[in-house]
């Protein structure tokens, strides 16, 4: 690395999230400065395709010009406004009124008829925790506070998001979770089913140890309930068998709230709109961000219904005040941009091109189950983990001190595919625009990836003694 380059100069500024600091300060890392597609080129000139669309979330690739075009003209009109003090601006009336038209709403659930904006998931769902306390306090139940989330779940990194994720580094040293959050099984069916039993099964036993944590903890404590459709930082976790079935029963049986997160989901990951509407779910609650607005502009929204908003109201009445905000929220560029990508999904028949093109990704990426390294493959849409197993059969693990997913991930990059690696799974979920041949050579480079590291790693002893 010279001295005084791009990348010296990043090693020496710039706090890198989610990262081994110590690793990065001492190798530096990779600086991305153009794109194109779903590719991306780094300051060397080197081209990757982008197979994770950045943070799940570039779902128009990385060279829309509709949405800087849009962006260009709302700076100009009103580069800043706010949604403090009973003010406002049209570009978050205009996007709030088309997302709540097309919000999920299934057969039988309450509509939901408000929303708020923010600058990201984390925000929203933070937001959300604080509105389910004030709800609870305002319709007279001030003890049901706790909030349950779900092993390996991901909500966000504030203090109160990252209590209710379930992920154990994010919790390390940084003294949490807080009281008051509760965590639920992590429904990876290949991972932690019993011999023979099936996904049903399965499901019914995740259903009936998260009533036992309802009941050991007091139902009347308990207020709400968080989950993603697919768990995405846990490993792109599909749901098992009839598992939402069986857990929403559970949660009007004891008045509890249902958020989804629909964050990475919403708006065609799934192939469907939302995350709701392919698994058949029914919230109270739903935070959505990343592809709103193709994450050309920080913002997400949280959706309620109006029994949630109704007590709202009446409480800031008796209060004096709703407060709560950010001085960001609704941004007026953010808005105009969301409300294009919006547009674009629609005009482009975006969520019917992911419907056309995940069975190729899909069955792509099953095609792989021949290798040695793999152990299952699983996914909906354009979202897909990849679980490597030193015997995929047996479900064993490789040992953890080989590094095997930061081995492929690192490989893959290396031959011109980014992809992420969540212990020894693999994350893909590539830009939804992506083609039928872009998917051909994101499966290729992936295989050629796997080879790679089990060209170096099969005669290990550690290995060979599996």
Aim: charged share 20%; with cysteine.
């Amino acid at each position: 690395m010279q001295p005084n380059s791009n990348r010296a100069r990043d090693k020496a500024y710039v706090v890198h999230q989610h990262t081994n600091l110590a690793i990065y300060d001492r190798d530096g890392g990779t600086l991305i400065t153009g794109g194109d597609g779903v590719y991306v080129t780094d300051e060397d000139g080197k081209r990757y395709l982008e197979a994770m669309a950045g943070m799940w979330s570039a779902s128009l690739g990385f060279s829309e010009h509709r949405l800087a075009e849009v962006a260009y003209r709302q700076m100009k009109a009103l580069p800043y406004y706010h949604t403090f003090y009973a003010r406002g601006h049209l570009p978050s009336v205009d996007l709030a009124e088309t997302l709540l038209a097309i919000a999920p709403r299934q057969p039988g659930a309450e509509p939901l008829t408000k929303v708020m904006f923010h600058c990201s998931g984390s925000e929203s769902n933070d937001t959300a925790i604080k509105l389910i306390w004030y709800y609870h306090n305002a319709i007279g139940k001030p003890n049901k506070k706790r909030i349950i989330g779900r092993h390996r779940g991901y909500h966000g990194c504030t203090i109160a998001t990252a209590s209710v994720s379930g992920n154990p580094t994010m919790h390390q040293d940084f003294d949490l979770p807080l009281p008051g959050f509760l965590h639920a099984d992590n429904p990876h069916y290949y991972r932690f089913h019993e011999e023979g039993e099936s996904e049903e099964a399965f499901s019914q036993r995740m259903a009936d140890n998260l009533e036992r944590l309802i009941l050991d903890n007091d139902p009347g404590t308990i207020a709400a309930f968080f989950a993603e459709p697919v768990q995405g930082g846990g490993g792109a976790i599909t749901p098992p068998a009839r598992y939402f079935e069986l857990i929403q029963p559970i949660l009007k049986k004891y008045d509890i709230l249902f958020l989804v997160d629909e964050v990475i989901c919403g708006f065609g990951r799934t192939g469907s709109l939302w995350g709701c509407q392919t698994y058949d779910l029914r919230p109270d609650l739903v935070t959505c961000g990343k592809a709103l607005s193709a994450s050309y502009q920080p913002i997400s929204a949280l959706m309620l219904t109006q029994k949630i908003f109704d007590a709202m109201m009446a409480e800031s009445e008796k209060l004096g005040s709703f407060a709560h905000g950010y001085t960001h929220s609704a941004h007026p560029v953010a808005c105009a941009v969301a409300l294009e990508t919006l547009n674009i999904y629609e005009s482009d028949g975006t969520v019917e091109h992911v419907r056309r093109v995940a069975p190729v990704f899909l069955d792509g990426l099953r095609s792989l189950l021949d290798h040695p390294m793999m152990g299952d493959v699983r996914g909906v849409g354009l979202f897909a983990g990849v679980e490597l197993m030193a015997d995929g059969g047996k479900r064993i693990p490789f040992p953890p001190a080989l590094k095997v997913g930061q081995q492929v991930q690192d490989e893959c990059q290396a031959l011109g595919l980014i992809v992420r690696c969540i212990g020894d799974r693999i994350a893909l979920t590539p830009p939804l625009i992506i083609t039928a041949d872009e998917v051909a050579e994101l499966v290729r480079l992936f295989r050629q990836g796997l080879d790679n590291v089990w060209a170096r790693i099969r005669d290990d002893q550690r290995v060979a003694a599996v």
